[in-house]
């Protein structure tokens, strides 16, 4: 294999945690706050995928609030801004993973980036909030091809952006349909499994919390396997030789 | 609106239930049997999606078990030929919802046809399985353009097939996403409202049936309504005028 030249790092659930809302979503919705957190993931990611199919694109900022949307009135919850506008402020403010600055920090002689389906504005103040800019090459979105992830068009923008072959780039993210629409496209790849993957129910009573996991939590089977499979992000530094 | 010279059916959840799986899964894999149906379903459909905008087509009979081994895989059940082969042979053979036979005879004045994700074979077992082979007058499966729904080419293959303008053509679908792309693409459409929308849930206490349905049971906000929305297939004739 090439040397990793670049590490580029999905955002949303792999150096952020999206499940940072939760607390929020509880705090203002009470006992539906988890089954909330859960649909409205769900739903932010499948509108990525159908408004790319449909040739529809709309920026990760109107997509996350129409998922929201979406989800409130299916659990029989008005959408108000005033559930609304809270909820989406906190996406921009989602907790970094606590292994992150520690990762970034000891990867710092190689080219570090975000590629992201967030908008250009979710990026900036996240990474602001985070206090990561400087520590960044680059923070890239998809909104400049405006399409998502996985179509090879997203990861096509990494090569000019950071100036490297794709070989030279060590992808890194914890959703296994990114790992796979990245491996596809010819990058190294990394997948943090954030799960335990032998946590396996014992029966179909399993709650929205742990339904997710069963949908998001494995590798998937989509022909593409990752190059490395990792817990942490601080398991990457020794794969890289540093 | 054109009068409508051809009303065209979604397979799978629309003509045919999904859901008669889960008999034969709770008989083969017992207390996660419903588990597993639901966890098919929603990994089978993010395949079709994922694997058109990665552009690495396999058909639908090649998805559908391979979603089959994930959620196996993910409750901890061995994927065995033992298990697979009879939940794939029984996607063969699916329910006809019991309104479906009454709705097509009261239409046949039409030209009616399936666009379906399903594969050539998987069509003609289904609708020579349900006995409706001869009411049909195309089953046009979206493997002709190896993109899966809702891509506008998979659309784009009814009229050429049933010599028919696009805005002569009722669509229809219970499947939201795909009411959403078929309007998107230019056809009339009504959507099959097979939930019920006022039944919502108390707390997050919900269980894998209920958050299957509330994922797939409403209308997406993709910014395309359908024309008409009604509950069963029986209300489809009045609405075309038969």
Chains 1, 2 share one sequence.
Not at 165 to 193: C, H, M, T
């Amino acid at each position: 294999m090439s040397p990793i030249r670049a590490l580029v790092f999905d955002a949303y659930g792999t150096l952020f945690d999206v499940q940072s809302v939760s607390g929020l979503a509880r705090e203002l919705c009470g006992d539906k706050g988890e089954l909330i957190t859960q649909l409205w993931r769900l739903k932010q990611l499948e509108y990525t995928w159908l408004r790319t199919l449909m040739k529809t694109y709309e920026d990760f900022h109107t997509v996350t609030r129409d998922a929201l949307e979406f989800t409130l009135s299916a659990v029989g919850v008005t959408p108000s801004p005033a559930l609304c506008d809270p909820l989406m402020q906190r996406y921009l403010h989602l907790d970094l993973y606590p292994e992150a600055l520690q990762a970034l920090d000891a990867l710092r002689d190689r080219k570090l980036a975000i590629l992201s389906n967030g908008s250009p504005d979710m990026l900036t103040a996240l990474v602001r909030s985070a206090g990561i800019a400087a520590r960044l090459h680059d923070v890239i979105s998809v909104d400049r091809v405006r399409q998502y992830k996985p179509d090879p068009a997203c990861y096509a923008l990494v090569e000019p952006a950071l100036q490297v072959r794709r070989d030279e780039v060590l992808f890194i993210s914890s959703n296994g349909w990114d790992v796979a629409g990245a491996k596809r496209y010819g990058f190294q790849v990394a997948w943090i499994e954030r799960g335990d993957p032998a946590a396996v129910p014992q029966n179909s009573a399993v709650g929205p919390a742990e339904f997710f996991r069963l949908i998001r939590g494995r590798a998937e089977q989509l022909g593409h396997e990752p190059d490395f499979r990792v817990r942490r992000l601080t398991d990457l530094p020794p794969l890289v030789g540093t």
